[in-house]
């Protein structure tokens, strides 16, 4: 990693008023969850995009659910990490803060963030898409058959998260736009970076000044509107970034 970089992150987020953070599935990496792009993030060789969405729904639902099945198996032993400790205790450092994660874990929380944006769901959440039912269920697995169905009207429930395809829930994107246009530091941390519109979110910071650091091991899709670019891993990066802050706020 490089130190002088980490160091004039750190100093821009000991000065700053407004940060705003935006993770992605490398946060929740080191905890064991695999990415959709890493290793391991393959189901039965399928890609994402032909599990989560809402075509791949109607047409087998009980597919998808085994995928859903077999994430919520994953993550049922999963804990929250470094990195998401970092960012719990960057919340309470910083005079405002907004998390904005695309996981689907519920790691930001149990870490301790407060705020945080869910803009594509919970994994843990089960819905019925007629609305009848929308409660957060941590079975896993669930019990046969699958797809669940819903007590009161019968049909299928769903996973309440955001497929491919899909509008984000109301009022998340809104409050994440909010995020990255008030934002003076804006980090991005362990995303690809090609899942609109929650990318263009870095952009719209980017565009209205807000000084971009970007956290991944990778070079992404977002990159190139990163001021400041630390290749190292979310938690080592974070910890030692965060360790700095709370030394210049004592
Ligand atoms: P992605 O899989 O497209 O990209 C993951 C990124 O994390 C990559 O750029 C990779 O280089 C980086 N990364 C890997 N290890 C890292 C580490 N230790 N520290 C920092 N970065 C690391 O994920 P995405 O951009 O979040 O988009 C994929 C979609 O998949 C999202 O919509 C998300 O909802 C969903 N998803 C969520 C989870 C989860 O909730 N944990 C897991 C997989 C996928
Ligand atoms: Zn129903």
């Not at 929740?28 to 393959?42: I, K, M």
């Amino acid at each position: 990693m490089d130190l002088d970089a980490a160091v004039r992150a750190a100093d821009a987020l000991a000065a700053a008023r407004r940060v705003s953070a935006l993770t992605g599935a490398g946060v929740s990496a080191e905890s064991g969850v695999p990415t959709f792009r890493g290793p391991g993030g393959l189901w039965e060789g399928r890609r994402p995009e032909e599990l989560a969405s809402p075509v791949a729904f109607a047409a087998d639902p009980e597919l998808v659910w085994r995928f859903y099945d077999w994430r919520r198996t994953r993550l049922a032993g999963a804990r929250p990490n470094a990195a998401h400790r970092a960012l719990a205790r960057l919340e309470q450092l910083v005079p405002s803060f907004e998390l904005v994660t695309q996981n689907v874990d519920g790691l930001h929380a149990e870490a301790g963030s407060r705020r945080v944006v869910e803009l594509h769901g919970n994994i843990w959440r089960v819905r019925c898409p007629r609305g009848c039912v929308d409660e957060i269920d941590r079975t896993a697995p669930l019990p046969p058959p699958l797809p669940p169905r819903c007590p009161r009207c019968r049909g299928p429930l769903r996973p309440g998260v955001v497929w491919f395809g899909e509008a984000l829930p109301p009022g998340a994107f809104e409050a994440a736009r909010r995020a990255a246009e008030s934002a003076e530091v804006f980090l991005v941390v362990g995303t690809s970076g090609v899942v609109e519109p929650a990318a263009s979110l870095a952009r719209l910071a980017a565009g209205r000044g807000a000084l971009v650091v970007e956290i991944n091991p990778d070079v992404t899709a977002l990159t190139d509107v990163a001021a400041i670019s630390l290749r190292a891993g979310a938690g080592e990066a974070l910890s030692a970034i965060v360790d700095r802050v709370e030394e210049a706020r004592r």
